[in-house]
Protein backbone atom coordinates (compact mmCIF):
# COMPACT_ATOMS: atom_id res chain seq x y z
CA UNK A 1 0.00 0.00 0.00
CA UNK A 2 3.03 2.30 0.89
CA UNK A 3 4.48 1.90 -2.84
CA UNK A 4 1.42 3.85 -4.10
CA UNK A 5 2.62 6.82 -1.25
CA UNK A 6 6.46 6.01 -1.76
CA UNK A 7 5.39 6.39 -6.03
CA UNK A 8 2.78 9.29 -6.36
CA UNK A 9 3.79 11.19 -3.15
CA UNK A 10 1.79 12.17 0.37
CA UNK A 11 0.66 15.61 1.05
CA UNK A 12 0.29 16.74 4.83
CA UNK A 13 -2.11 19.64 5.88
CA UNK A 14 -0.57 20.91 8.41
CA UNK A 15 2.17 19.38 10.87
CA UNK A 16 1.61 20.15 14.46
CA UNK A 17 1.86 17.74 17.37
CA UNK A 18 -0.88 15.14 15.36
CA UNK A 19 0.90 15.51 11.90
CA UNK A 20 4.79 15.62 13.15
CA UNK A 21 3.81 11.97 15.25
CA UNK A 22 2.21 10.63 11.84
CA UNK A 23 4.80 11.77 9.65
CA UNK A 24 7.36 10.30 12.23
CA UNK A 25 5.67 6.96 11.96
CA UNK A 26 5.23 7.47 7.63
CA UNK A 27 9.29 8.03 7.83
CA UNK A 28 10.09 5.26 10.15
CA UNK A 29 7.98 2.79 7.78
CA UNK A 30 10.02 3.55 5.13
CA UNK A 31 8.05 6.66 3.11
CA UNK A 32 11.05 8.19 1.70
CA UNK A 33 10.94 11.91 2.45
CA UNK A 34 11.15 13.19 -1.06
CA UNK A 35 7.85 11.24 -1.50
CA UNK A 36 6.32 13.98 1.10
CA UNK A 37 5.21 17.78 0.76
CA UNK A 38 3.85 19.56 3.64
CA UNK A 39 2.15 22.19 4.15
CA UNK A 40 2.71 24.64 7.21
CA UNK A 41 2.93 27.97 8.46
CA UNK A 42 4.79 27.20 11.72
CA UNK A 43 7.72 24.65 11.44
CA UNK A 44 9.24 23.01 13.85
CA UNK A 45 12.92 22.67 14.17
CA UNK A 46 12.35 18.94 13.74
CA UNK A 47 10.48 19.28 10.64
CA UNK A 48 12.97 21.76 8.91
CA UNK A 49 15.38 18.61 9.32
CA UNK A 50 13.05 16.15 7.51
CA UNK A 51 14.03 16.47 4.49
CA UNK A 52 10.17 16.09 3.09
CA UNK A 53 9.17 18.82 0.74
CA UNK A 54 8.24 21.65 3.23
CA UNK A 55 6.16 24.58 2.17
CA UNK A 56 6.70 24.08 -1.81
CA UNK A 57 4.30 23.94 -4.86
CA UNK A 58 2.21 20.48 -4.06
CA UNK A 59 1.97 17.38 -6.55
CA UNK A 60 -1.27 17.52 -9.51
CA UNK A 61 -2.23 14.18 -8.61
CA UNK A 62 -0.59 12.59 -5.05
CA UNK A 63 -1.82 9.20 -3.78
CA UNK A 64 -2.95 10.64 -0.55
CA UNK A 65 -3.78 14.18 0.60
CA UNK A 66 -3.92 13.78 4.59
CA UNK A 67 -5.58 17.10 6.77
CA UNK A 68 -4.52 17.44 9.59
CA UNK A 69 -5.40 21.12 10.54
CA UNK A 70 -7.87 22.12 13.26
CA UNK A 71 -11.18 22.38 12.83
CA UNK A 72 -11.81 26.00 12.72
CA UNK A 73 -8.83 26.52 10.53
CA UNK A 74 -10.45 24.15 7.33
CA UNK A 75 -11.99 26.96 5.77
CA UNK A 76 -8.56 28.50 5.26
CA UNK A 77 -6.94 25.51 4.71
CA UNK A 78 -8.91 23.25 2.00
CA UNK A 79 -8.92 26.05 -1.21
CA UNK A 80 -4.65 24.94 -1.13
CA UNK A 81 -6.38 20.95 -1.58
CA UNK A 82 -9.56 21.55 -4.42
CA UNK A 83 -7.54 20.99 -7.62
CA UNK A 84 -6.86 17.51 -6.10
CA UNK A 85 -10.36 16.97 -5.93
CA UNK A 86 -12.79 14.58 -8.27
CA UNK A 87 -9.57 12.84 -9.17
CA UNK A 88 -7.92 9.51 -7.80
CA UNK A 89 -6.10 11.22 -4.31
CA UNK A 90 -7.22 9.77 -1.77
CA UNK A 91 -8.31 12.88 1.43
CA UNK A 92 -7.66 11.53 4.55
CA UNK A 93 -8.63 13.87 7.57
CA UNK A 94 -8.01 13.71 10.85
CA UNK A 95 -10.15 16.74 11.65
CA UNK A 96 -12.94 16.71 14.91
CA UNK A 97 -16.62 17.61 13.64
CA UNK A 98 -15.64 18.16 9.70
CA UNK A 99 -17.80 15.76 7.92
CA UNK A 100 -17.79 13.95 4.85
CA UNK A 101 -20.23 15.85 3.46
CA UNK A 102 -18.47 18.94 3.91
CA UNK A 103 -15.15 17.65 2.00
CA UNK A 104 -17.40 16.11 -0.33
CA UNK A 105 -19.14 20.12 -0.85
CA UNK A 106 -15.56 21.65 -1.05
CA UNK A 107 -13.91 18.97 -3.11
CA UNK A 108 -16.23 17.65 -5.19
CA UNK A 109 -19.21 14.96 -5.22
CA UNK A 110 -17.09 11.87 -6.64
CA UNK A 111 -13.51 12.79 -3.81
CA UNK A 112 -12.24 9.78 -1.93
CA UNK A 113 -12.36 10.73 1.47
CA UNK A 114 -11.62 8.98 4.21
CA UNK A 115 -12.28 10.39 7.83
CA UNK A 116 -9.70 8.52 10.45
CA UNK A 117 -10.00 10.05 14.56
CA UNK A 118 -6.31 9.01 16.30
CA UNK A 119 -5.58 10.39 19.71
CA UNK A 120 -2.69 11.62 20.85
CA UNK A 121 -0.46 8.09 22.43
CA UNK A 122 -0.34 8.50 18.73
CA UNK A 123 2.89 10.18 19.57
CA UNK A 124 4.63 7.41 21.04
CA UNK A 125 3.20 4.87 19.03
CA UNK A 126 0.31 3.75 21.46
CA UNK A 127 -2.60 5.69 19.77
CA UNK A 128 -5.79 4.05 18.17
CA UNK A 129 -7.79 5.18 15.19
CA UNK A 130 -11.46 5.30 14.09
CA UNK A 131 -11.90 5.27 10.53
CA UNK A 132 -14.61 5.43 7.49
CA UNK A 133 -14.89 6.30 4.52
CA UNK A 134 -17.10 7.39 1.38
CA UNK A 135 -18.03 4.99 -1.06
CA UNK A 136 -15.56 6.65 -3.67
CA UNK A 137 -12.52 5.62 -0.78
CA UNK A 138 -13.96 2.02 -0.97
CA UNK A 139 -12.22 -0.96 -0.09
CA UNK A 140 -8.69 0.06 -1.52
CA UNK A 141 -9.13 3.76 0.36
CA UNK A 142 -9.85 2.51 3.51
CA UNK A 143 -7.08 0.08 3.13
CA UNK A 144 -4.72 2.44 2.61
CA UNK A 145 -6.16 4.79 5.44
CA UNK A 146 -5.54 1.87 7.51
CA UNK A 147 -2.47 1.10 6.52
CA UNK A 148 -1.25 4.66 7.05
CA UNK A 149 -2.72 5.01 10.46
CA UNK A 150 -0.78 2.40 11.69
CA UNK A 151 2.32 3.50 11.87
CA UNK A 152 1.16 4.70 14.89
CA UNK A 153 -0.77 2.36 16.31
CA UNK A 154 -3.82 0.17 16.41
CA UNK A 155 -6.52 0.95 13.43
CA UNK A 156 -10.78 0.09 13.85
CA UNK A 157 -13.01 0.62 11.36
CA UNK A 158 -16.25 1.34 11.85
CA UNK A 159 -19.11 0.71 10.66
CA UNK A 160 -20.38 4.16 9.29
CA UNK A 161 -19.80 7.78 9.81
CA UNK A 162 -22.70 7.90 12.22
CA UNK A 163 -20.21 6.20 14.61
CA UNK A 164 -17.38 8.63 14.65
CA UNK A 165 -18.34 11.24 17.43
CA UNK A 166 -18.69 7.82 19.45
CA UNK A 167 -14.96 7.34 18.43
CA UNK A 168 -13.99 10.95 19.36
CA UNK A 169 -15.51 10.67 22.60
CA UNK A 170 -14.52 7.60 23.78
CA UNK A 171 -10.75 7.56 22.37
CA UNK A 172 -10.25 10.41 21.14
CA UNK A 173 -11.22 12.64 24.28
CA UNK A 174 -10.10 9.82 25.99
CA UNK A 175 -6.71 10.60 27.16
CA UNK A 176 -7.39 13.60 28.78
CA UNK A 177 -9.76 11.90 31.25
CA UNK A 178 -6.91 9.29 32.16
CA UNK A 179 -4.30 12.33 32.65
CA UNK A 180 -7.41 14.22 35.06
CA UNK A 181 -7.74 10.68 36.85
CA UNK A 182 -4.08 11.19 37.72
CA UNK A 183 -4.66 14.65 39.00
CA UNK A 184 -7.60 13.69 41.31
CA UNK A 185 -5.39 10.46 42.35
CA UNK A 186 -2.52 12.50 43.06
CA UNK A 187 -4.69 14.98 44.68
CA UNK A 188 -6.31 12.44 46.87
CA UNK A 189 -2.80 11.43 48.35
CA UNK A 190 -1.88 14.84 49.22
CA UNK A 191 -5.00 15.35 50.99
CA UNK A 192 -4.38 11.82 52.91
CA UNK A 193 -1.01 13.51 53.90
CA UNK A 194 1.39 12.41 51.40
CA UNK A 195 3.35 15.26 49.85
CA UNK A 196 2.79 16.46 46.34
CA UNK A 197 5.46 15.11 44.80
CA UNK A 198 5.22 11.73 46.09
CA UNK A 199 1.74 11.41 45.63
CA UNK A 200 2.07 12.65 41.65
CA UNK A 201 4.93 10.12 41.07
CA UNK A 202 2.79 7.20 42.51
CA UNK A 203 -0.32 8.73 40.75
CA UNK A 204 1.28 8.70 37.51
CA UNK A 205 3.36 5.63 37.76
CA UNK A 206 0.59 3.44 38.91
CA UNK A 207 -1.74 4.42 36.04
CA UNK A 208 0.89 3.96 33.71
CA UNK A 209 1.74 0.51 34.98
CA UNK A 210 -1.96 -0.66 35.07
CA UNK A 211 -2.09 0.48 31.33
CA UNK A 212 0.36 -1.44 30.27
CA UNK A 213 -0.62 -4.27 32.29
CA UNK A 214 -3.72 -3.92 30.52
CA UNK A 215 -2.11 -3.88 27.11
CA UNK A 216 -0.15 -6.93 27.68
CA UNK A 217 -2.81 -9.37 29.84
CA UNK A 218 -5.04 -11.59 27.61
CA UNK A 219 -7.53 -11.09 30.56
CA UNK A 220 -10.26 -8.46 30.30
CA UNK A 221 -10.30 -5.00 32.48
CA UNK A 222 -13.16 -6.41 35.00
CA UNK A 223 -11.04 -10.22 35.88
CA UNK A 224 -8.01 -7.45 36.17
CA UNK A 225 -9.76 -5.14 38.52
CA UNK A 226 -11.07 -8.61 40.51
CA UNK A 227 -7.57 -9.53 40.66
CA UNK A 228 -6.32 -6.75 42.57
CA UNK A 229 -9.70 -6.78 45.07
CA UNK A 230 -9.33 -8.43 48.51
CA UNK A 231 -13.02 -9.54 49.76
CA UNK A 232 -13.49 -6.66 52.57
CA UNK A 233 -10.06 -4.94 52.00
CA UNK A 234 -8.75 -1.25 51.24
CA UNK A 235 -9.29 -1.67 46.80
CA UNK A 236 -12.94 -3.30 47.55
CA UNK A 237 -13.56 -0.19 50.29
CA UNK A 238 -12.76 2.27 47.40
CA UNK A 239 -14.29 0.54 44.61
CA UNK A 240 -17.92 0.35 46.55
CA UNK A 241 -17.97 4.49 46.03
CA UNK A 242 -16.22 4.00 42.56
CA UNK A 243 -18.37 1.15 41.42
CA UNK A 244 -21.43 2.96 42.44
CA UNK A 245 -24.70 3.11 39.85
CA UNK A 246 -25.88 6.33 41.07
CA UNK A 247 -22.79 8.22 42.10
CA UNK A 248 -19.49 6.47 41.20
CA UNK A 249 -17.67 6.19 37.93
CA UNK A 250 -19.49 4.47 35.62
CA UNK A 251 -22.53 6.76 35.45
CA UNK A 252 -20.41 9.65 35.73
CA UNK A 253 -18.12 8.06 32.79
CA UNK A 254 -21.48 7.73 30.86
CA UNK A 255 -22.33 11.72 31.28
CA UNK A 256 -19.21 12.80 30.27
CA UNK A 257 -18.35 10.87 26.97
CA UNK A 258 -21.97 11.56 26.37
CA UNK A 259 -21.83 15.43 26.67
CA UNK A 260 -18.06 14.84 24.20
CA UNK A 261 -20.41 13.47 21.66
CA UNK A 262 -23.18 15.54 21.76
CA UNK A 263 -20.50 18.83 21.17
CA UNK A 264 -18.93 16.79 17.87
CA UNK A 265 -22.09 16.78 16.95
CA UNK A 266 -22.86 20.45 17.06
CA UNK A 267 -19.26 20.85 15.57
CA UNK A 268 -20.14 18.99 12.48
CA UNK A 269 -23.56 21.22 11.59
Same mark, same amino acid.
Given at each position: ????????????????????????????????????????????????TTGVHLNRPL????????? +?????????? %? &??? =? #? /???? *? $????????????????????????????????????????????GNAHAGARGL?????????????????????????TAVSGSGPAY?????? +?????????? %? &??? =? #? /???? *? $?????????????????????????????????????????????????????????????????
Amino acid at each position: MLDAVARDGLVLLGCGKMGSALLAGWLAAGVPASAVWVIEPDPTQWLNTTGVHLNRPLPAAPAVALV +AVKPQMMGAA %L &PAL =V #A /MGNG *R $TLFVSIAAGTSIARFESALGAQTPIVRAMPNTPAMVGRGITGICGNAHAGARGLALARTLMQAVGEVVELEGEHQIDAVTAVSGSGPAYVFHLIE +ALAAAGVAEG %L &PEA =V #A /MQLA *R $TTVCGAGELAWRSSESAAQLRINVTSPGGTTAAALAHLMDTRTGLPPLMRRAVHAAVERGRELGK
